[in-house]
Structures are given as C-alpha cells and as structure tokens.
C-alpha cells in the first residue's frame, strides 16, 4: 500500500497554523498528481480498485477509527447534522432531470433508515451500538485525484493521498465514489467484480465465506442510494449529477 510519508508532523495546537511536511509521490506516480483532473482509463481504476481492496482488507472488522484519532464514520456525505439540515431545506417539490418528486420524496422518507444501515445499525434500532461486521476504515474521498497512478509498462501501481475524510465504513463506499462518474452500467459490474475478487483473495476463509459478493452488492447499493440522498441536498440539489446505473 503506497501512501506519501510524512517527513515532519509537528503537534497541532487548535487555532494555530502548523505545517506538515510529506513525500512528493509525483516522480513514481505522474499520472494523476499536481491535482490534474483526468478520466482515468480501465488500467487506472483497476490499479485503483486493486488499492482500496488491500487498504480495505488490512482493517477488515478491526477498523478502531477513533482509537486512530480517524471520524467516527468516513467520507463527507454521511447524514450528519450537517446532512440533514441540508437535505430538510429542500424544497417539497424537488425534482430534477434525473428523480421524479415521488422519488425524492420516497428517498427523502428513507434517509433515516438507510443512514441508520450503513452506520452499521439496524433501521429498525437507529440508536443502538455499532457492529463492526464486515466493516473496515475507508478512505473517504476516493475520487480519481486523489488516486495516483504509475506511468510504468505492466500492471499500473496506485498511490492514494488526501486522507482528510477517512473512518469507519463499508468498503464499497470508496468504490462507489471511485466509480460515480463510469458511464457504462456493464463497465461499473466488471469493476465491482474485479474488486471483489480482488478484496477476496486478502480475506481469511472464514470471512468470504460470510461476505459474499450478493451482500457486497446489497452494501454498495445503500451505498448508491445514499449518495443520490446527498446529492438531492447538496446545494439545494442544484448540482446535481448521477449515472443511469445508480437511478435504477
């Protein structure tokens, strides 16, 4: 797992300016780094897919994300006080090129539930403790520039930087972000293959044995669902983009 080392991380006092000072992973991996937006090809997401599974697998139902000064849950779309006051200041008639109202309305009923399931809660007990079953630390932000990629011939390496949202959560919360902007619903099925396969091979028997790839999909599908949620609210929904393969 490459990720840039810290050279110098002086001790942080709240209100005051610190500098840190990390690796330079531009020189071994040029494609993606300067914060060059690209659509990154299969090689790259694969690279990429191949990464977050390794990072996924080495804190498999051992996330400790606090106990690692990390969030409580990753990523920046989580249904926090944030996320639902943002989602309650939509407007009732919502509606927009890709979700009819009665849909918003429906993803809007649902958001509690859903929240409450990938917190790692039963929707039916939103305020019970959380189960670290089949959970693990994410990246949070794992956007194509903040996935790294090699420039050599063979296999492409990954690096990942920008580990500002990471926490606790279900693995393919990364891999939904990865792939929200793949057009191609055939392409985004190949890729959830690929990393699952990929995720398998770094597991004990014991544990494929119980996540398997009909309940990996059930979590990315939560997933999906709760990320269009987060779109409908960010900006009052204005901004708005999703892929045909997460509307269906």
Same mark, same amino acid.
């Given at each position: 797992l490459?990720?840039?080392r *810290?050279?110098?991380?002086?001790?942080?006092?709240?209100?005051?300016? +610190?500098?840190i000072?990390?690796?330079?992973?531009?020189?071994r +991996?040029?494609?993606? *780094?300067? *914060?060059r =937006?690209?659509?990154m090809?299969?090689?790259e997401v694969?690279?990429a897919?191949?990464?977050?599974?390794?990072f996924?697998a080495?804190f498999?139902e051992?996330?400790?994300?606090?106990?690692?000064g990390? +969030?409580?849950?990753?990523?920046?779309?989580?249904l926090d006080?944030l996320g639902?006051l943002?989602?309650g200041?939509?407007?009732?008639?919502y509606?927009?090129a890709?979700?009819s109202?009665?849909?918003f309305?429906?993803?809007?009923?649902?958001a509690?539930a859903v929240?409450a399931?990938?917190?790692?809660? %039963?929707? =039916?007990?939103p305020?019970e403790?959380v189960?670290?079953?089949?959970?693990t630390?994410v990246h949070?932000?794992?956007?194509?520039?903040?996935?790294?990629?090699?420039?050599h011939?063979?296999?492409?390496?990954?690096?990942?930087?920008?580990?500002?949202?990471?926490?606790?959560?279900?693995?393919?919360?990364?891999v939904?972000?990865?792939?929200?902007?793949?057009?191609?619903?055939d392409e985004?099925?190949?890729?959830?293959?690929?990393?699952?396969?990929e995720?398998a091979?770094l597991?004990p028997?014991?544990? %494929?044995?119980?996540?398997t790839y009909?309940?990996?999909?059930?979590?990315?599908?939560?997933?999906?669902?709760?990320r269009?949620?987060w779109?409908?609210g960010h900006?009052?929904?204005d901004?708005f983009?999703?892929?045909p393969w997460?509307?269906?």
């Amino acid at each position: 797992l490459v990720v840039p080392r *810290a050279f110098h991380l002086p001790e942080a006092r709240a209100g005051e300016p +610190f500098t840190i000072l990390m690796e330079d992973l531009s020189g071994r +991996f040029p494609r993606g *780094a300067g *914060a060059r =937006t690209r659509e990154m090809s299969r090689a790259e997401v694969q690279a990429a897919l191949r990464w977050l599974a390794a990072f996924h697998a080495t804190f498999w139902e051992e996330p400790k994300a606090v106990e690692r000064g990390l +969030f409580e849950r990753g990523s920046f779309w989580i249904l926090d006080e944030l996320g639902s006051l943002q989602l309650g200041s939509v407007r009732d008639d919502y509606d927009n090129a890709y979700i009819s109202n009665g849909e918003f309305r429906r993803l809007r009923a649902a958001a509690q539930a859903v929240d409450a399931r990938l917190s790692g809660r %039963r929707a =039916t007990a939103p305020h019970e403790g959380v189960a670290t079953t089949h959970r693990t630390l994410v990246h949070g932000d794992s956007k194509p520039a903040n996935m790294l990629c090699s420039a050599h011939d063979g296999e492409l390496q990954c690096a990942a930087i920008d580990f500002a949202w990471a926490g606790e959560g279900y693995g393919v919360y990364d891999v939904m972000h990865l792939l929200w902007r793949v057009a191609s619903t055939d392409e985004v099925n190949d890729h959830l293959a690929y990393y699952y396969a990929e995720l398998a091979k770094l597991l004990p028997i014991r544990v %494929r044995q119980v996540y398997t790839y009909a309940l990996m999909l059930k979590h990315f599908e939560l997933c999906v669902l709760d990320r269009v949620r987060w779109w409908t609210g960010h900006y009052g929904g204005d901004l708005f983009v999703a892929m045909p393969w997460a509307l269906a």
